[in-house]
């Protein structure tokens, strides 16, 4: 029999479906364990997997697909022929820096010194006051001034006028290595003897007048300071002519010197003077010589300042002494140079003259005592400091053995005059001093300084016209270019003063109260070169009374115009 025609299909169609299905079977991986055979599956696991393929279509982005026509034109890109020539250059250097042009500055207009000014006030208590100052300009190498000064007023009581004139000339040339500088004065002063005792019905006498005439001059050499000088000197002479309308007169010749010269860390000094001087009264003319020597050598290590020397001071008066005296000093900075402790041990011989005395009292009597007033031992010590140029403060504790130390009593026959006595004894003075100064700028300073004293004396009862707590302070405020403002307040406290009775010569103490006077100013400016000026004085308008009998003015105002030139 003949196979059919269908059987070859048929048989074509089963294989090709046994070798797909056979396509299926995935291999295992795992190894086989023994060689030719594999391992035996696992029962109820399927390890079959089946992939289904469809035919590959690439598909290219659209980003990629060129959609221009290639050119099937075979066109040869055109390549010249290049040709390069290599020149040869020298780069020329040139190091020197080329002149700086300067440029021009904006022409600024030149401010018109004004070093020059004049001043005129009037006020109640017919108050007069001028002033005037001259100097030859800004050159600081060469300096010459004049000044001329006027103030008068009159009180309510009878003789209560003061006035007072003074006219100064200095000049002072800076050379390169000295300074050379001298002042001429001359001072006036002119006082009545107003003060009486109102417990004592006197008759109506007019007061005498007294007057104070002082011409004085000074000249100066001195070393400038100069960066690898070690040497430093300075030469000084001053001498003046005193007298009063009672024919008292005084005169006196002063030379100084001082030298140093600094070795590494030590700095040797001498200063050296001599003071010879005249006074002459109705009764008597004696001469008051000091001649004064102080060696001293300076020690600076990084955390102290030690000064070592003596002061001796030879006296040619009434009596001829010698004193050796000590001049120890001791400076520690505490933090960096913002505070430091101080102490030392010195003293010194104060000299009684008729200038100095006039100068304190002006109600002096005639034929005053002339002696010198002795510190044998003054003992200091404190801190002071400052916190930039803002603040700065200092404070002091001291210690004084004083012999013959000087008062002011009234004399018993003329209660308006004061005489001059010395405690002979050893006196002792302790006492507080405090300073602090605030200046935040140009346009705000405020000063401040107390004292407190102890006394006790050796035989006078007290220590006559000395207040045991004074106060003192002063305001400057600068509210804008043209307006600004001042203030001072002084405080004393109660002093005592010794009068004696002419008839039976009994000595007895009078309180004297303390006070305080309160004095304001203020300054505008209304044109360029022209200011408006008022000042009160004594605004509490209480009258009080430094010495005993002698009461000061009360409220006092005045004003006027400052004009610089």
């Given at each position: 029999?003949?196979?059919?025609?269908?059987?070859?299909?048929?048989?074509?169609?089963?294989?090709?479906?046994?070798?797909?299905?056979?396509?299926?079977?995935?291999?295992?991986?795992?190894?086989?364990?023994?060689?030719?055979?594999?391992?035996?599956?696992?029962?109820?696991?399927?390890?079959?997997?089946?992939?289904?393929?469809?035919?590959?279509?690439?598909?290219?982005?659209?980003?990629?697909?060129?959609?221009?026509?290639?050119?099937?034109?075979?066109?040869?890109?055109?390549?010249?022929?290049?040709?390069?020539?290599?020149?040869?250059?020298?780069?020329?250097?040139?190091?020197?820096?080329?002149?700086?042009?300067?440029?021009?500055?904006?022409?600024?207009?030149?401010?018109?010194?004004?070093?020059?000014?004049?001043?005129?006030?009037?006020?109640?208590?017919?108050?007069?006051?001028?002033?005037?100052?001259?100097?030859?300009?800004?050159?600081?190498?060469?300096?010459?001034?004049?000044?001329?000064?006027?103030?008068?007023?009159?009180?309510?009581?009878?003789?209560?006028?003061?006035?007072?004139?003074?006219?100064?000339?200095?000049?002072?040339?800076?050379?390169?290595?000295?300074?050379?500088?001298?002042?001429?004065?001359?001072?006036?002063?002119?006082?009545?003897?107003?003060?009486?005792?109102?417990?004592?019905?006197?008759?109506?006498?007019?007061?005498?007048?007294?007057?104070?005439?002082?011409?004085?001059?000074?000249?100066?050499?001195?070393?400038?300071?100069?960066?690898?000088?070690?040497?430093?000197?300075?030469?000084?002479?001053?001498?003046?002519?005193?007298?009063?309308?009672?024919?008292?007169?005084?005169?006196?010749?002063?030379?100084?010197?001082?030298?140093?010269?600094?070795?590494?860390?030590?700095?040797?000094?001498?200063?050296?003077?001599?003071?010879?001087?005249?006074?002459?009264?109705?009764?008597?003319?004696?001469?008051?010589?000091?001649?004064?020597?102080?060696?001293?050598?300076?020690?600076?290590?990084?955390?102290?300042?030690?000064?070592?020397?003596?002061?001796?001071?030879?006296?040619?008066?009434?009596?001829?002494?010698?004193?050796?005296?000590?001049?120890?000093?001791?400076?520690?900075?505490?933090?960096?140079?913002?505070?430091?402790?101080?102490?030392?041990?010195?003293?010194?011989?104060?000299?009684?003259?008729?200038?100095?005395?006039?100068?304190?009292?002006?109600?002096?009597?005639?034929?005053?005592?002339?002696?010198?007033?002795?510190?044998?031992?003054?003992?200091?010590?404190?801190?002071?400091?400052?916190?930039?140029?803002?603040?700065?403060?200092?404070?002091?504790a001291f210690y004084k053995d004083i012999e013959n130390m000087l008062l002011f009593q009234n004399n018993p026959s003329m209660v308006n005059r004061f005489d001059v006595v010395y405690d002979p004894g050893k006196s002792s003075l302790f006492g507080l001093d405090g300073e602090l100064e605030i200046k935040a700028s140009d346009a705000f300073n405020l000063t401040g300084k107390a004292q407190i004293n102890s006394y006790k004396m050796a035989t006078e009862q007290e220590a006559w016209l000395k207040p045991n707590l004074c106060l003192e302070s002063t305001l400057k405020v600068k509210?804008?270019?043209?307006?600004?403002?001042?203030?001072?307040?002084?405080?004393?406290?109660?002093?005592?003063?010794?009068?004696?009775?002419?008839?039976?010569?009994?000595?007895?103490?009078?309180?004297?109260?303390?006070?305080?006077?309160?004095?304001?100013?203020?300054?505008?400016?209304?044109?360029?070169?022209?200011?408006?000026?008022?000042?009160?004085?004594?605004?509490?308008?209480?009258?009080?009374?430094?010495?005993?009998?002698?009461?000061?003015?009360?409220?006092?105002?005045?004003?006027?115009?400052?004009?610089?030139?």
């Amino acid at each position: 029999m003949k196979p059919s025609i269908l059987t070859y299909p048929l048989t074509l169609s089963l294989l090709l479906s046994a070798s797909i299905l056979a396509a299926q079977v995935k291999k295992s991986n795992k190894p086989l364990t023994e060689k030719g055979t594999k391992q035996e599956q696992p029962k109820g696991e399927i390890t079959e997997e089946v992939e289904v393929v469809r035919p590959y279509k690439p598909i290219l982005a659209d980003a990629v697909k060129i959609r221009k026509s290639p050119d099937l034109t075979n066109n040869p890109t055109f390549k010249p022929v290049l040709i390069y020539t290599i020149l040869d250059k020298k780069l020329a250097l040139d190091s020197n820096i080329a002149p700086l042009q300067a440029q021009k500055l904006v022409e600024q207009k030149v401010a018109t010194p004004t070093n020059n000014y004049l001043k005129a006030a009037i006020g109640n208590f017919n108050t007069s006051q001028g002033e005037l100052y001259l100097n030859n300009g800004t050159d600081e190498a060469l300096q010459v001034g004049l000044s001329i000064k006027h103030l008068a007023q009159q009180g309510n009581i009878d003789k209560q006028q003061f006035s007072h004139q003074t006219v100064s000339t200095f000049g002072r040339s800076i050379g390169t290595h000295t300074t050379l500088g001298g002042r001429v004065n001359y001072d006036r002063k002119q006082v009545y003897f107003y003060g009486f005792d109102p417990n004592i019905a006197t008759a109506a006498v007019s007061p005498d007048q007294q007057r104070f005439s002082l011409v004085e001059g000074n000249a100066e050499l001195l070393s400038n300071y100069a960066a690898g000088n070690r040497f430093s000197y300075k030469l000084n002479t001053n001498a003046y002519l005193f007298n009063d309308r009672f024919n008292a007169k005084e005169n006196n010749l002063t030379i100084s010197t001082s030298l140093h010269q600094v070795v590494n860390k030590f700095n040797f000094g001498v200063h050296a003077s001599l003071d010879l001087t005249n006074s002459k009264d109705i009764t008597y003319s004696v001469n008051n010589h000091i001649t004064r020597i102080n060696p001293n050598v300076q020690f600076q290590a990084s955390d102290f300042i030690l000064t070592l020397g003596l002061n001796i001071v030879q006296e040619q008066a009434s009596q001829n002494r010698l004193n050796v005296l000590p001049a120890v000093n001791v400076v520690i900075p505490l933090a960096s140079s913002y505070a430091s402790i101080f102490a030392g041990v010195n003293g010194d011989v104060i000299k009684t003259n008729l200038k100095s005395l006039s100068l304190e009292n002006p109600y002096l009597n005639q034929n005053i005592a002339i002696t010198n007033t002795i510190e044998r031992l003054h003992i200091y010590g404190g801190i002071k400091g400052n916190m930039g140029h803002a603040f700065g403060f200092k404070a002091t504790a001291f210690y004084k053995d004083i012999e013959n130390m000087l008062l002011f009593q009234n004399n018993p026959s003329m209660v308006n005059r004061f005489d001059v006595v010395y405690d002979p004894g050893k006196s002792s003075l302790f006492g507080l001093d405090g300073e602090l100064e605030i200046k935040a700028s140009d346009a705000f300073n405020l000063t401040g300084k107390a004292q407190i004293n102890s006394y006790k004396m050796a035989t006078e009862q007290e220590a006559w016209l000395k207040p045991n707590l004074c106060l003192e302070s002063t305001l400057k405020v600068k509210i804008t270019k043209a307006f600004s403002l001042d203030a001072s307040l002084t405080f004393a406290g109660e002093t005592d003063a010794k009068v004696i009775d002419p008839l039976n010569s009994q000595t007895k103490s009078v309180k004297i109260d303390s006070f305080t006077d309160i004095s304001a100013g203020a300054e505008c400016r209304i044109v360029r070169n022209v200011r408006l000026y008022l000042r009160a004085n004594n605004i509490l308008g209480k009258s009080y009374q430094q010495y005993l009998y002698y009461p000061k003015l009360g409220f006092n105002i005045f004003g006027g115009l400052n004009f610089s030139f």
